[in-house]
Structures are given as structure tokens and as C-alpha cells.
């Protein structure tokens, strides 16, 4: 392929507006930022909570998206931290905006120590969306999903929301299924600080949907797939009723 120049995609955009922006890009000092925090985050997940990873080899090669279950603030530094060294400047869990992007010092500290990119639980528009598909596949990036929209207050795991399937119907880019054990115990949502619980992660085969038409009935099916596949790897039995047609983008 030849060398092309391209303008970073959040060129121009003033602090807030960048930090807060699905297309920020990262630059050294955010960078240097993240690596520090993701080497704290490993020390910590494996001397507090003793975190083992079972299937790290079924991790396909950028772009893929991880799915998992959601009951914990821990989800997505754990997942986030578990996959390889070579692989994790390319990560970004897709997380609430209307939680993480709000204020200047909440925003930096998803942006600049977790790597996320927001993603609107309300009002989020199709073009928001395709430009999400386009990057995932330009740039060969990793997403982090949670497809429950929000995280469990029960520790029971919900149904998934379609808007996964926004992200890879039609295309040849892997879904990673993932099952994380103990992050409800170790912080559930009433909680400010996590209990020393032990995490386990399983990682499962990846899934592909290049022949699953980009509407949404394809999207609930790439939804229910994934939900099934997760609830395997955590020893769950899949929703035997039909699904509900109402749903929104994962968070």
C-alpha cells in the first residue's frame, strides 16, 4: 500500500471538544498517560483481585470487537488490561457519554487513562454510528462493548441491545465473546470502593457476521448470537422467549 498523509481526524478541535470527540486520536503525552495507567491497573488486577485470563490465544488480529457482560465500573479496565501488550494502544472501550464525558476532569480521565470513546445512549445519530464501523476497520482498532446498555444492578445478566450489530453486520470483523466472574461481587454500582474479589475472564471463539444483513433484524440476530455465546462462557442458559424489538446502541 503507499504511504498516504492524513490529517489526524481530531485536528483542530479544542481540548474539550477533543477529549469528548469519537474521533480523538492519541498523541504522545495521552499516551505516555495511558500506558502508565494501564501498568498500574495490570500491578493492581493481579495482586488484588488475582486475575486470571483463560483463552487469550482465541484473540483474533485488529479490528475485532470484544462483547461481555456489564456489572461493574471494573469491566472495562479489566478487559482493556487483559489483552496483550502489543494489542493495547489499539483498544477502546465505547463508553456512556452522558457518564464519562460530561465534566472537564471526568472526561480526561476516560480519554486519557482508559482510552474511551463516548458514545451517546440518547440521540445517538446513524451517521455517529457508521463513522464508529468506518474507524473499527480504517484504524484496526479493538471496541469494548458492554451490548446490556448499562450496567446490572443485580449482578444478573440482561438481555443484549441491538446496536451491537450496527458495528459488524455485513463485514468480516471478529466479535470476541467474553464472560467476566466477580466484578459485580468486587464493585457493584451501590459501592464506591471494590471488595478484594478474584476476577476470572474467559475469552471465547470469535463470531462473524459477514453474511448478516445490515438492517435491524440482522442487528437482533448478531445481538442474541453474542448474548448466547457470553452466557456460555459463563455457564448461563440463553433466554429461551422471543427477544424485544425495542432496544438502543451499546454503551
Not at 499516551?31 to 495482586?47: D, H, K, P
Not at 488490561?81 to 472526561?107: G, N, Q
Not at 470502593?193 to 440476530?221: C, K, M, Q, S
Request: charged share 20%.
Amino acid at each position: 500500500m503507499d504511504w498516504q498523509f492524513k490529517p489526524a481526524r481530531d485536528l483542530g478541535l479544542p481540548l474539550r471538544r477533543r477529549l469528548a470527540s469519537q474521533h480523538r486520536e492519541t498523541g504522545l503525552a495521552s499516551a505516555l498517560i495511558y500506558w502508565g495507567f494501564r501498568q498500574t491497573i495490570r500491578t493492581y488486577l493481579r495482586s488484588v483481585h488475582r486475575l486470571s485470563v483463560i483463552g487469550a490465544e482465541l484473540l483474533p488480529d485488529p479490528p475485532f470487537v470484544m462483547v461481555a457482560n456489564h456489572a461493574s465500573h471494573l469491566d472495562a479496565i479489566t478487559l482493556a488490561a487483559a489483552l496483550p501488550l502489543k494489542l493495547a494502544d489499539r483498544a477502546h472501550p465505547i463508553a456512556a457519554a452522558d457518564t464519562f464525558f460530561t465534566s472537564l476532569p471526568v472526561s480526561a480521565f476516560a480519554a486519557y487513562a482508559i482510552n474511551a470513546l463516548p458514545l451517546w445512549r440518547k440521540g445517538t445519530k446513524p451517521e455517529d454510528l457508521a463513522a464508529f464501523r468506518d474507524r473499527l476497520v480504517e484504524d484496526a482498532l479493538i471496541y469494548i462493548l458492554f451490548p446490556e446498555g448499562t450496567r446490572s444492578r443485580t449482578g444478573t445478566m440482561a438481555r443484549f441491545q441491538p446496536g451491537i450489530g450496527t458495528f459488524v453486520a455485513g463485514t468480516s470483523v471478529p466479535v470476541v465473546p467474553t464472560f467476566l466472574e466477580g466484578a459485580y461481587a468486587a464493585l457493584p454500582p451501590h459501592r464506591r470502593l471494590p471488595r478484594p474479589v478474584r476476577l476470572r475472564l474467559t475469552i471465547g471463539r470469535a463470531l462473524t457476521f459477514a453474511e448478516t444483513t445490515n438492517d435491524r433484524r440482522g442487528w437482533l440476530a448478531i445481538a442474541k448470537s453474542c448474548e448466547d455465546a457470553v452466557r456460555r462462557l459463563g455457564g448461563l442458559e440463553p433466554h429461551a422467549k422471543p427477544r424485544d424489538t425495542a432496544g438502543s446502541a451499546p454503551a
